[in-house]
């Protein structure tokens, strides 16, 4: 992962089911304010469908993020999200494969959009 400016103690949000079209501007609302106050790492392991509206929301709190000088990065994506993500080429940029920045195993926010 490129982004090098990660806090030692990220934020654990998962929970999101849909990350498509019609849904992506809610989370952007939900999760902008926390991405531009600490690094954030959000778990899609529960993502059902995802499109390109989805991913390009994906883009945009990675951006505000780096702009806010916080780390922000998605961990254990479904095989499905996965592929999708290594078609584009977001796999380099935004998902977290490091062995120390696995999620917690005790429980973690959920986000509101499901």
Do not use: W
């Not at 490129?2 to 999760?31: C, H, K, M, T, Y």
């Not at 990675?62 to 796999?91: E, T, W």
Request: aromatic share 2%; hydrophobic share 40%; with cysteine.
């Amino acid at each position: 992962m490129n982004n090098s400016r990660l806090d030692s103690n990220p934020q654990f949000v998962g929970g999101i089911r849909q990350l498509v079209r019609g849904r992506e501007r809610a989370i952007l609302e939900e999760l902008e304010p926390l991405v531009n106050s600490r690094s954030v790492r959000l778990d899609l392991s529960s993502i059902e469908r995802i499109d390109a509206a989805g991913l390009a929301a994906l883009v945009s709190l990675y951006c505000a993020a780096s702009k806010a000088g916080h780390g922000f990065a998605v961990v254990n994506p479904p095989r499905h999200v996965a592929r999708i993500m290594a078609i584009v080429g977001l796999d380099r940029i935004l998902v977290s494969n490091d062995s120390g920045e696995t999620l917690p195993s005790g429980p973690r926010p959920k986000s509101r959009m499901d």
